[in-house]
C-alpha cells in the first residue's frame, strides 16, 4: 500500500499497524496517517542498495517516516533517522543467490 505524498514523495510501501485502520476490513488506512513502522523503497535487482539507500529520495523518506527498509529484491538495508538528523544503515540478511 502507497501512502499519500506527505511531502517526501510516494515510497513503495507503507508500513501500518492495525489500530491506523477505521475496521478491520478496510484496504486503507485512515487519511491523513503516516506508516507508523516506516516505508520500504523497492528498486530494480542491478541497482547497489548502498547507492538507493544514500539517495536523496530515501534521505527524504528517512526524514519523514523515520525508518525505511531499502531492497534491490536480494538485498536489504534498515535505514533510521537518529536525533542528531543523520541517518544510520543496518544491513539486514540477503537473500541466497543459491536459494531453490
Avoid at 5 to 24: E, S
Avoid at 31 to 51: C, D, F, I, K, Y
Wanted: contains cysteine.
Amino acid at each position: 500500500m502507497n501512502p499519500a505524498n506527505r511531502g517526501a514523495g510516494i515510497p513503495d510501501i507503507g508500513l501500518f499497524t492495525a489500530d491506523q485502520f477505521q475496521k478491520a476490513a478496510d484496504l486503507a488506512p485512515r487519511q491523513g496517517q503516516l506508516p507508523s513502522r516506516g516505508v520500504l523503497e523497492a528498486e530494480s535487482p542491478s541497482q547497489n542498495v548502498n547507492e538507493i539507500a544514500a539517495s536523496e529520495q530515501v534521505k527524504k523518506y528517512c526524514a519523514k517516516y523515520g525508518l525505511v527498509i531499502v531492497t534491490n529484491l536480494r538485498e536489504f538495508l534498515l535505514e533510521r533517522e537518529l536525533p542528531a538528523g543523520t541517518q544510520e544503515y543496518i544491513p539486514l540478511a540477503p537473500l541466497r543467490s543459491d536459494a531453490s
